[in-house]
């Protein structure tokens, strides 16, 4: 089952303007990842942050977590037409031992030249 | 440098043949992940392994399987096709004990 949802299911912006796209989730998390999906290509991963952080960066991508509204957010700064992708946020699922993540829907973001 | 690869990368078959898909990483990795990806429904796990002879069913799993006979490898096999299992699959691989995962570039099955 699907566990995080992202919002907006889609964005459209003009290049140099910032994207945000948010994730919820319903249980409690160890971590949240954020991967990006090129058309017709695998997923990468972008950025890991973990339960008992609130904020990380990595370049023009900032994540932050909110453990007590259970949601994250992704912000890309000065966006870029290679920045045109879905992005997917990921949650970390332990229950019974295991290790497997329960993904979102995805944010399907187009950067516009 | 290290990969996961799938192959093959397009695949036309018809209902009721038996279809197997190739995953082979060169990350060393213990755990490998099936996904198959639809519009609506995102990532859904199919399989999974955390190791050699081990497998797990993911939460789409009837009409699939899994086995796990080395590292590198963790083919996909649909005993015999149904139009339903027309979807994108893909194979990941994660390191012991850790979350994150690489991804190959996806197969692309049609079921006619």
């Known amino acids: 089952s699907q566990q995080g949802e992202e919002d907006p299911q889609a964005l459209s912006i003009q290049e140099g303007e910032n994207a945000t796209m948010n994730c919820s989730y319903k249980?409690?998390?160890?971590?949240l990842q954020w991967y990006r999906q090129n058309s017709g290509r695998g997923l990468v991963h972008l950025i890991l942050?973990?339960?008992n952080e609130r904020e990380k960066h990595s370049g023009r991508l900032r994540v932050t977590l909110d453990t007590s509204k259970k949601s994250s957010s992704l912000l890309i700064t000065a966006s870029r037409a290679a920045d045109t992708a879905s992005y997917f946020c990921?949650?970390?699922?332990?229950?019974?031992?295991?290790?497997?993540?329960?993904w979102g829907l995805g944010t399907s973001l187009a950067v516009n030249p | 440098d290290a990969e996961i690869t799938q192959s093959p990368r397009h695949k036309i078959t018809e209902t009721g043949r038996q279809v197997t898909l190739a995953c082979h990483q060169t990350?060393?990795?213990?755990?490998m992940f099936w996904y198959r990806q639809d519009l609506g429904h995102g990532l859904r796990l199919i399989h999974y392994?955390?190791?050699?002879?081990?497998?797990n069913k993911g939460e789409v799993s009837d009409g699939y399987s899994v086995s796990r006979s080395n590292t590198e490898d963790l083919p996909l096999t649909l005993e015999s096709a149904a139009s339903s299992q027309t979807s994108v699959y893909f194979c990941?691989?994660?390191?012991?004990?850790?979350?994150?995962?690489?991804f190959g570039a996806g197969t692309r099955l049609s079921v006619l």
């Open positions: 990941a691989s994660s390191d012991q004990g850790r979350d994150i995962q690489y």
């Open positions: 990350w060393n990795h213990n755990n």
């Open positions: 392994s955390y190791g050699v002879q081990d497998t």
């Open positions: 249980t409690s998390i160890n971590n």
């Open positions: 942050i973990r339960s």
């Open positions: 990921a949650t970390a699922d332990y229950a019974g031992n295991n290790r497997k993540l329960i």
